[in-house]
């Protein structure tokens, strides 16, 4: 199995799309400088994915995050703070309650890349389907 981390944002942004319980209705093949568009079915209606990125998008990122907390928010809070940088040298740091409610922790929180925020949700939400 691919880890998230070695997704690309295309096939992450894909992946999310199943996990929210879209069905994949069109898809008009690419060729050299265009994977493709694929159409889906929401319960929204229809979306483009290629125009949905929550691996590169502040608001798309937000709609897969929400999806992921109204399934586990603490497992969500935990699959973030995994995924997040806590210190000035790239590495996370190990973590505890009284950490992420700090004021380090919340900030830390707060300026969470779309592409981290996707990658928890995916995580979330895929261990929610498989459990």
């Known amino acids: 199995m691919t880890q998230v981390k070695d997704m690309t944002d295309q096939q992450l942004n894909r992946a999310l799309a199943e996990l929210m319980g879209w069905k994949l209705v069109y898809r ?3 060729n050299e400088t265009n994977e493709g568009t694929e159409y889906w079915e929401t319960d929204k209606g229809f979306r ?5 990125e929550p691996t590169t998008c502040q608001s798309d990122s937000s709609e897969v995050q929400a999806k992921a907390i109204e399934v586990d928010a603490r497992l969500y809070a935990i699959n973030l703070a995994k995924r997040l940088v806590w210190d000035g040298d790239g590495d996370p740091l ?5 950490d992420l409610f700090s004021y380090t922790g919340v900030t830390v ?5 779309p592409r981290e925020r996707a990658e928890a949700a995916y995580i979330t939400l895929q261990g929610a389907q498989n459990g």
């Open 28 to 30: 008009i093949d690419g």
């Open 48 to 52: 483009q994915v290629d125009f949905w």
């Open 94 to 98: 190990s973590y505890s309650d009284n």
């Open 109 to 113: 929180f707060l300026t969470a890349s």
